[in-house]
């Protein structure tokens, strides 16, 4: 492969290093969806459920209409000391999906953690009391809901502690890697003792921080394709710049990455220094049309959006409804190897209805080929959720093309949408 890629080969070998590049199968059995976790090396998780929970969405866009029970059946299942699960979670970008046996990988931000949140005066060193008492819960019971150790706390609550410090006390042990994630009982964690989710060869496993920061960027080395430093240190959240060079320049060293250099790819008008993965394809073209989650590898860090794409983005959740220049939780829309447009959506799970709340094209995008393409994408992303119809909003300049496309009946916009809605 060429030592120099214009930015239209860079997008899609980035697109390709996420998956992009081949068809969608017929069925998204197990294996397939772990063979896709396994190129993402971490699955974001987020609550927000106005159309579908974040982690949901990222195997929508690669496999099509699948069954997310596929996925809940690896990640979400209660897991008991007799049930070893496959998949844990842990703060590997934002809090994710990671597999059991990288646990060890992890070992580097326990401890950063633990160095940052515990020092003397810190709320963990003067709350002994409480972090004892969780402990003992958890050694005595197995694994908990914050709502079953919550009754327990109103029963025998004292002077010094409080619902509030025991979450935190949960939280805090969960980042220094005491306590794990047994599953999840509908979307809520089943917090353990780490002995009691993970074997005794995961938690007795050493890596030292470089090699495992190596580990890490060798990683998302391979899931980019083509990347910066920081993208690479952006993947799985490592502010340690030096580590994350010395890491390259060992990757180097041993031929997994090659410098390379990317038309556009600059700052301040210098060009930035560019690696791809010795694995990485250049594909001829992209064919795929669907949106994405805000917490997709392909648009999570902004710079990198930007700079594959063109693509300024913003989630505007926080954003006060009046001042919201896209809508609520407005999803990028992919169209081969270019972000389209972005889509506000919402699952109307009572009328069985998916409402595009407000649709909008990107600059050079729009007219009848991308509006056909859009509405495959919104039928596609219908289907998945059970949704039998689709109506579409007037705000925004790409909805009366999707509407068309569509045939789709019109709904007038509401100017506020709850929080987190189901």
């Known amino acids: 492969m060429k030592d120099s890629l214009s930015a239209a080969e860079a997008r899609r070998i980035a697109l390709a290093a996420q998956g992009f590049g081949r068809p969608r199968p017929e069925a998204a059995t197990a294996r397939r969806v772990r063979a896709e976790l396994a190129r993402m090396a971490v699955l974001q998780i987020d609550s927000v459920n106005v159309f579908a929970r974040s982690h949901y969405m990222p195997l929508l866009s690669r496999l099509g209409p699948y069954d997310p029970a596929v996925l809940d059946g690896l990640v979400l299942r209660p897991r008991t000391r007799s049930s070893t699960p496959e998949y844990v979670e842990y703060l590997a970008h934002e809090a994710t999906f990671v597999p059991r046996d990288d646990w060890a990988l992890w070992r580097f931000r326990m401890g950063d953690m633990r160095d940052r949140y515990s020092a003397p005066g810190s709320w963990y060193a003067e709350n002994g009391a409480t972090l004892d008492w969780v402990r003992a819960e958890l050694a005595h019971r197995g694994p908990l809901r914050p709502a079953e150790i919550e009754r327990d706390v109103q029963a025998a609550r004292g002077p010094w502690w409080g619902w509030d410090d025991v979450k935190r006390a949960l939280e805090m042990m969960w980042r220094f890697g005491e306590v794990a994630i047994a599953g999840r009982a509908?979307?809520?964690?089943?917090?353990?003792?780490?002995?009691?989710?993970l074997?005794?060869?995961?938690?007795?496993?050493?890596?030292?921080?470089?090699?495992?920061?190596?580990e890490l960027v060798r990683r998302a080395a391979r899931a980019s394709g083509v990347a910066t430093a920081s993208d690479l240190a952006d993947y799985h959240r490592i502010r340690d710049r030096r580590a994350v060079l010395a890491a390259v320049d060992d990757l180097v060293d041993g031929g997994e990455l090659v410098p390379v250099r990317v038309a556009g790819w600059e700052r301040g008008g210098r060009p930035l220094a560019a690696w791809r993965h010795r694995d990485a394809a250049l594909p001829r073209r992209i064919d795929r049309?669907?949106?994405?989650?805000?917490?997709?590898?392909?648009?999570w860090f902004r710079e990198r959006a930007e700079r594959l794409f063109g693509f300024d983005y913003r989630i505007e959740i926080y954003t006060p409804a009046d001042k919201r220049r896209f809508g609520y939780y407005s999803l990028p829309l992919l169209v081969d190897d270019r972000i389209a447009g972005r889509i506000d959506l919402k699952a109307d799970r009572a009328a069985s209805t998916l409402r595009v709340q407000s649709a909008w094209w990107e600059a050079g995008a729009g007219g009848g080929a991308d509006a056909e393409r859009a509405a495959a994408a919104l039928r596609d992303a219908a289907r998945w959720q059970g949704l039998e119809s689709t109506t579409v909003s007037r705000w925004g300049d790409a909805a009366d093309d999707l509407a068309a496309a569509l045939d789709a009946p019109r709904h007038d916009h509401p100017r506020v949408l709850p929080a987190d809605a189901d």
């Open 186 to 197: 509908g979307f809520e964690r089943r917090y353990a003792l780490a002995a009691h989710v």
């Open 289 to 299: 049309a669907t949106v994405l989650t805000p917490f997709d590898p392909v648009v």
């Open 199 to 214: 074997p005794p060869a995961v938690l007795d496993r050493a890596v030292a921080r470089p090699d495992a920061i190596r």
